[in-house]
Structure formats: C-alpha cells, structure tokens
C-alpha cells in the first residue's frame, strides 16, 4: 500500500514545477534581470544648466551689418566663407527644388550663384568648408538634411571642390557637375535636422538634430562612403532647443552652434574631440537678436570674427542682412 502523505507531496510538486508563469510574473522576472544587467544607451546625455553661462569675451556685442544688394531671398538657411578666395561667401536657401548656392561678400552685393547639375533638393538646412578627399583642395559640404515629417529614411550631403572663381558679376553663373553624394540614416529612425560641422582636423561630420529641448549629434567618420548609405549612430544627447545652425573654425580649435534666439561658443582644449568639447558647459556668445528666425552662422575663415544670416520669410518689413562680430 503507498504512503499517502507521500503521494500527497509527489503530486503538490508535479503541480507546481508544471505551473507557468503568468505575463505578469514574467515581466517582473524580466524587469528583475533588467536590473542586474541594465540596457546603457550607447551615447551620454550631456546636462547643463544654459540659464547660468559665462559670457564669451572673445567678439564684439553689436556686429557690423551689411544689408544684401538682392532681397528676394526669403528663405537663407546655410551660410560659410570660402577658404579659397578671400571675402567671398556662400549661402543658400532651404527651398524645395532649388539647387543653387550664392555668392556674395561681407557688404552683401550680389556675385551671382553656383549651380548643382541635377540636383533636386528636398531641405538644404546648413553649409560648411573644410578639407576633403584631396588635401589640397578646400570643399563646399551642402547638407539636405531637414525632415519636419521626419519621413525620410536617409539624407544626403553633398561634397564638391571649392571652384575657381574669376569675373564675379551679378551674371555670373558657375555649373557644378562633379560632386560626391553622402548619404546618412539615423540608428533612431528618421528626424529633422538643420545644422552640420565640419571638423577639419579629422574630417569627420557631425549632424545636429532639431527638436525640443535636445539635440541628438550623430557622428559620420572619415572617411565618408559615396555609394552606400552610412549607418550613423548618436553619440550624444544635448539640451538644446531647436537647434538651427552651428559652425567649427577653420583651425579646428572652436565651435558655435545656435538657435532663433541665442549662440553658444566652445574653445577646444589640447587634443580633445569634438564628444569631449560639446560635454563642456559652453559660454554664452553675442548676439543682437536682429533677426526673426536665426538661421545661420558661420566663421570667417581667417578666423577673425563670425558672421550670422537668416530667412524673412513671413516678415514683410524685415531685410536680408549679413552679421559680423568681430573678434575684439
């Protein structure tokens, strides 16, 4: 005859080791592990307090202005000086469909355009100069990277060699047809963004991204692929709001990033990357709030100042205008 009371025990047993947990108990097993072996973001979110900066000495508050000989741009969203040629500075807008990049200098007149053959823009956002393929060589980096839906599932920046420039009128009419394409997508899905750096010790690129209250920077090493699309990932979280342009020296030894209403200045410390630079709280620049929608910024390319345009769009009584802040 069995012993009941060990049947009893035997049969509680099977019971129980047959028992499945339930979604619930699952989870809070999961959220359990997740604990020991928690999943890191693999980029650090920089916090610091933009109310409380210092403000950068370096450049003179009320910049020299210079209003533009033309004023039917009403959209100017990126802007850089040539390497190559003293004085001369490019800008573009963020029209859909146009492929053109201006030429003017710092009192505004008119030089006429650069074409971008075959070329069909979707939002070109920001500008920037620096080195490229050929060392010798100065190039011109257009980034057609805003994305307000956030649909797209890359973007492109286009790279071409700064081109010669001589007779400079308003008639003036430079087709640019060899050019390389960049094309980038985002590890977090598709987003919006309108500034770009160029950092001309290493070459690498760096896309800012806007929205509210942060910016994702994603970083596209050198070299950059011109066939495949270049899988980018965030290497940092900043706290910046609506970011809409930003700008490195040509010496690769500062920074400036801005929005409508403020800029921000970094000096590069010895041997320091750009990751390790943007984690440093930076100071607060000058700015005149003179325009609308602060759109655009970008060093003099001897380093002597930087400059800052913007679109009028929507303002009918506002004027285009080049901003010079020199440095003092």
């Not at 359990?32 to 109310?51: C, E, G, M, R, T």
């Amino acid at each position: 005859m069995k012993n009941p009371i060990s049947h009893l025990i035997f049969m509680l047993f099977l019971t129980i080791s047959c028992v499945k947990n339930s979604p619930l108990e699952e989870a809070k097993l999961d959220t359990l592990a997740n604990a020991k072996n928690p999943i890191v973001d693999v980029f650090p979110k920089i916090i610091y307090d933009l109310s409380l900066l210092n403000k950068c000495m370096e450049f003179n508050d009320i910049p020299l202005t210079s209003v533009m000989a033309k004023q039917e741009y009403d959209e100017i969203s990126g802007i850089a000086e040539s390497i190559k040629f003293k004085d001369i500075i490019y800008f573009h807008e963020d029209k859909p469909g146009k492929n053109f990049i201006y030429i003017t200098n710092k009192k505004g007149e008119d030089f006429g355009r650069l074409v971008l053959d075959g070329v069909t823009p979707a939002d070109w956002e920001d500008m920037g100069i620096g080195p490229g393929p050929i060392s010798a060589a100065s190039y011109i980096y257009i980034a057609d990277i805003g994305d307000n839906n956030a649909l797209n599932p890359s973007v492109t920046i286009y790279r071409f060699a700064e081109p010669s420039l001589s007779g400079l009128s308003s008639a003036t009419e430079i087709h640019i047809q060899e050019f390389d394409k960049i094309r980038v997508s985002y590890s977090k899905g598709s987003t919006n963004a309108e500034t770009i750096l160029v950092d001309p010790l290493t070459r690498d690129l760096y896309i800012l991204t806007k929205e509210n209250s942060k910016s994702h920077v994603y970083q596209i090493p050198y070299p950059q692929s011109t066939t495949a699309i270049i899988p980018s990932k965030p290497i940092a979280l900043l706290g910046f709001d609506y970011l809409t342009s930003g700008a490195i020296s040509t010496d690769g030894q500062e920074i400036l990033l801005r929005n409508k209403s403020q800029i921000w200045y970094w000096k590069r410390a010895a041997n320091e990357s750009i990751l390790n630079m943007l984690s440093r709280k930076p100071l607060d620049a000058p700015y005149a709030a003179n325009e609308h929608q602060g759109e655009a910024i970008s060093f003099k390319s001897d380093r002597t100042g930087f400059m800052t345009i913007s679109e009028t769009k929507g303002y009918p009584n506002d004027v285009s205008r080049i901003s010079l802040y020199l440095r003092k």
